[in-house]
């Protein structure tokens, strides 16, 4: 079948001609230097095309939002999109606030309050949860922990927030009770630019 | 199945070809002279049944992609002008749409059909490896091509999935941003999404290539398990499986039309013709149909890490078949046992499926949690142990043996066949 009958010989090694020399060859030279080029090449591409996927700069440039809050009543939620995605400004009833304080935190299943305006381990309790210095006021990510969807409010076992995928149940906090969420709703950083406006990011 | 040619170039032309570039002896000495063990049933021509949908779904993929638009603005709409406009569009979606559900059928049925016939054991490793690389592929290609309509089980179907990257410790918030190209799906997900829909296809159809020459090197199993030994055992591809495959192409094709022309969104879900909505989640998400029994393991863990890494489990635990397996005998034919627990474990796998499409709700969870434990279970506890256990019939000493005998009694396991098998009086 195949054409090429000539004998070849494969030397065995890329070693020099005389394998009784020591000295390195003009082949091991080649062989070392193109492979050193090949290897950093092909490393130093590899990232831009992998970072080429990452975040790009416009959807960076929509880090924050201002929110107009003076509509609200006790009650009411609104949902605002930051970053693509819903963010749940909720205005709580009193005995919502209520429900929320008077849980121990030996019954959260994450006792983190997962608030990107505190210490990365402060405890999840509704203080540390509500907005700065408005405790009636929720104003969290509104994407479960566990795969991304969005929960439905005023819902669930603790009359917080319930889950349609995957039956997760969060309390009037936000904090995960129950079901395959690992974490309470992510609150994002948040300041009260004055009264009636709500900055997120 | 190797050794010498058996092509004989009868032209000029052919001779001249031949002497250059030897396409038309390959073809020859794969699809027409190549010996096939005789006594292949039509189980075996769902490789031929997936080699066709595999080209339905490049080509009408690609006609559809002439037509689409991958930008989040305009996606759903022009699916909608697909159907409504472009002339025969509604045909060449659905030929799409339900191609896949073909796709998974067929590769469902073939992928069973190994199981069954022992087609993963030695010395067809790598062609098994190969298989589950190819259903890998494949199940990729249709989550990104599900996405690509933008309805509301595009974008929350891609949400969860994608978010299943986000168990990973570390770094797996960072694997979700990247996959995205933003914080949640969106346009740049489409996008990719788009890209890789139309890149996979031809990786398939790259893997499908050194599937087939695999089982070039290694000869086809049987539904004996005993390797062809003679010139008696075997007949020429050409036309014997080409004739039978080519019967249960028709067969298989008016079952695609049936579904093509009377249930075109059976298999679909209507909540995908309603345009994605970040902001609203589908009450009631669930996968398309082929994912069911792997999405039913998803959820069984009460734990998203331990989820996702059963569930990736469940498809990982395959390529370690060939070695899981400690029975010398390939085909489930002479193994009682194994063909009991082969059985059962398409039921669990049927069941899985079933609660994968129900809501994660009260007594669902717990039967999902023991049809999962028992898929492991079959891999990992029984497919070992049933080769220390289990004592195999008498095997025939030739395919020509157990096809004669069974054409002279008209069933296995009889008189006949015994007095044949010299392991029984042994």
């Known amino acids: ?201 | 199945m190797q050794g010498t040619s058996e092509y004989q170039p009868r032209t000029g032309i052919e001779r001249w070809i031949d002497s250059r570039m030897p396409l038309p002896r390959l073809m020859y000495d794969s699809f027409i002279a190549y010996p096939i063990p005789r006594n292949l049933n039509y189980s075996y021509a769902f490789g031929a049944i997936l080699s066709l949908v595999l080209v339905v779904q490049i080509l009408t993929g690609v006609v559809l992609a002439m037509h689409y638009a991958a930008n989040s603005a305009i996606a759903f709409n022009s699916v909608e002008q697909i159907m409504r406009d472009v002339n025969y569009g509604w045909l060449l979606r659905y030929m799409h749409a339900n191609g896949s559900s073909m796709f998974f059928i067929a590769v469902y049925i073939h992928m069973f059909r190994g199981l069954y016939y022992g087609s993963y054991k030695a010395p067809r490793e790598i062609q098994w490896i190969l298989g589950v690389i190819l259903f890998l592929l494949m199940m990729a290609t249709a989550f990104m091509g599900y996405v690509l309509p933008w309805g509301q089980m595009s974008f929350w179907g891609a949400t969860v999935i994608t978010n299943l990257f986000s168990a990973i410790p570390l770094v797996g918030e960072g694997i979700t941003h990247w996959l995205w190209g933003g914080f949640a799906v969106g346009n740049p997900t489409l996008n990719r999404f788009f890209s890789l829909h139309y890149l996979l296809p031809f990786m398939i159809v790259g893997v499908v290539i050194l599937h087939v020459w695999a089982f070039h090197v290694t000869g086809q199993t049987n539904p004996t398990g005993v390797e062809p030994k003679s010139r008696s055992d075997v007949v020429p591809f050409t036309p014997h499986a080409t004739m039978k495959d080519a019967v249960a192409m028709v067969a298989f094709a008016l079952f695609f039309a049936w579904f093509l022309f009377y249930l075109p969104n059976y298999l679909g879900h209507p909540d995908n013709y309603t345009l994605a909505n970040p902001l609203v989640t589908p009450p009631h998400i669930v996968p398309e149909w082929y994912f069911l029994p792997f999405y039913a393991i998803l959820r069984a863990i009460p734990s998203k890490l331990g989820g996702v890494i059963a569930m990736f489990a469940s498809i990982i635990v395959l390529f370690f078949l060939p070695w899981l397996d400690r029975s010398k005998v390939q085909s489930a034919a002479y193994r009682p046992l194994y063909r009991i627990f082969f059985w059962i474990f398409v039921v669990n796998v049927i069941c899985l499926g079933y609660f994968g499409a129900k809501p994660p709700e009260g007594w669902y969870v717990l039967a999902t949690q023991l049809l999962t434990a028992y898929y492991f279970v079959h891999f990992l506890i029984i497919f070992p142990l049933l080769g220390y256990i289990e004592k195999p019939r008498p095997r025939p000493t030739s395919i020509t043996e157990a096809v004669l005998s069974k054409h002279k009694s008209g069933g296995g396991g009889t008189p006949a066949e015994a007095a044949a098998s010299p392991e029984r009086r042994g």
């Open chain 1, 1 to 201: 079948m195949s054409a090429n009958t000539y004998p070849t010989t494969v030397p065995d090694s890329a070693a020099a001609p005389d394998p009784h020399s020591s000295e390195p060859s003009r082949r091991d030279f080649f062989v070392i230097a193109t492979g050193a080029a090949a290897v950093v090449a092909v490393a130093g591409l590899a990232w831009p095309f992998i970072d080429q996927m990452n975040p790009d700069a416009s959807a960076l440039a929509l880090a924050s939002i201002d929110v107009d809050i003076s509509a609200m009543e006790a009650g009411q939620s609104i949902t605002v999109m930051w970053r693509g995605k819903p963010v749940f400004i909720r205005y709580r009833t009193p005995e919502e606030v209520e429900a929320a304080k008077n849980t121990p935190l030996s019954d959260l299943k994450d006792p983190i309050a997962r608030n990107d305006n505190l210490d990365s381990n402060a405890p999840a309790t509704d203080e540390n949860r509500a907005a700065p210095g408005r405790e009636e006021f929720l104003v969290m990510v509104g994407i479960c922990t566990h795969l991304g969807c969005v929960p439905m409010g005023e819902a669930g076992d603790y009359n917080g927030w319930f889950c349609p995928c995957h039956g997760s149940v969060y309390d009037t906090a936000g904090r995960i009770r129950h079901g395959p969420a690992p974490e309470n709703m992510l609150i994002p950083t948040t300041a009260f630019s004055d009264d009636n406006t709500i900055t997120i990011g």
